[in-house]
């Protein structure tokens, strides 16, 4: 079994019986590493004859669920990593076409495991944000600012917005129905999410108990406002968008009993 170091990636062989964690003293660098071996050999790609792969690191619950049923039946190869150092050893191993990341793991957070793959040069072809878990001590998502990922998967998404979201980074075939992600229009829906999004990260308390869209609006008057003028400056029209999203996102929440 072959490990990497995190911070300078020098490769080690390691017997594939030892303890489930392993304290490494690099050579190269220098620095001490933690090993987990049992991790380790979950780098293998399931299945065969893969449209592309991806190493998703996220902790599991149901949008991670969500998201890698959709690959599955696309043809993703898939590793799953639930900490940081898992999936930057998993990431440098497996040398994948894409990185799913949640922003926040345990061990190397997202926003750094990001940020050592590019000063590395070991980024996939494409890196997206996973949807934060909302906690006001955790990590915000700033608005306009992806941390060095290309894009994001926001949670409330429909199995058709992650396809397009993917096929467009990989350039791929993807069986997606619909405007093209790179169209204006999908542009200016990505926009609205994004601000809905920041409202879900800042008030989880008051977005669940979000029943409707009249809700929404009535919770955030001076939010929403703001934000429609925002998308209609970036393209006239766009500020009707947001209803849209509302909706999406109240569909969302009913179909999964409220939420979570």
Excluded at 77 to 86: H, Q
Excluded at 127 to 147: F, N, T
Excluded at 179 to 199: C, I, M, N
Excluded at 244 to 257: F, L, P
């Amino acid at each position: 079994m072959y490990v990497h170091c995190p911070y300078c990636l020098k490769r080690y062989k390691l017997p594939a019986d030892h303890a489930k964690l392993l304290r490494v003293h690099c050579r190269g660098c220098g620095r001490e590493f933690l090993s987990n071996p049992t991790e380790a050999h979950r780098h293998e790609l399931e299945g065969q004859g893969h449209v592309a792969t991806a190493v998703v690191a996220d902790i599991q619950r149901d949008f991670r669920n969500f998201v890698i049923d959709v690959m599955r039946r696309q043809g993703f190869g898939l590793v799953m990593a639930e900490d940081g150092y898992t999936a930057l050893e998993a990431v440098t191993e497996r040398r994948p076409d894409l990185l799913l990341v949640n922003p926040y793991l345990p061990g190397l957070m997202g926003v750094d495991l990001i940020a050592r793959l590019r000063e590395l040069g070991r980024s996939p072809k494409a890196i997206l944000l996973m949807g934060a878990i909302h906690s006001s001590r955790r990590y915000h998502r700033r608005p306009e600012s992806l941390y060095g990922a290309d894009d994001y998967l926001e949670e409330g998404y429909t199995e058709q917005a992650v396809l397009q979201k993917l096929a467009y980074h990989l350039h791929l075939p993807l069986a997606v129905d619909g405007s093209s992600p790179g169209s204006k229009d999908t542009e200016s829906l990505r926009l609205a999410r994004s601000v809905f999004a920041d409202l879900m990260v800042y008030h989880p308390e008051k977005m669940a108990r979000i029943k409707d869209a009249p809700g929404f609006f009535a919770a955030f008057p001076q939010e929403a406002s703001e934000a429609r003028r925002y998308l209609e400056g970036k393209k006239p029209g766009a500020g009707e968008l947001l209803s849209e999203v509302v909706n999406q996102y109240v569909a969302w929440s009913a179909a999964r009993g409220g939420g979570r």
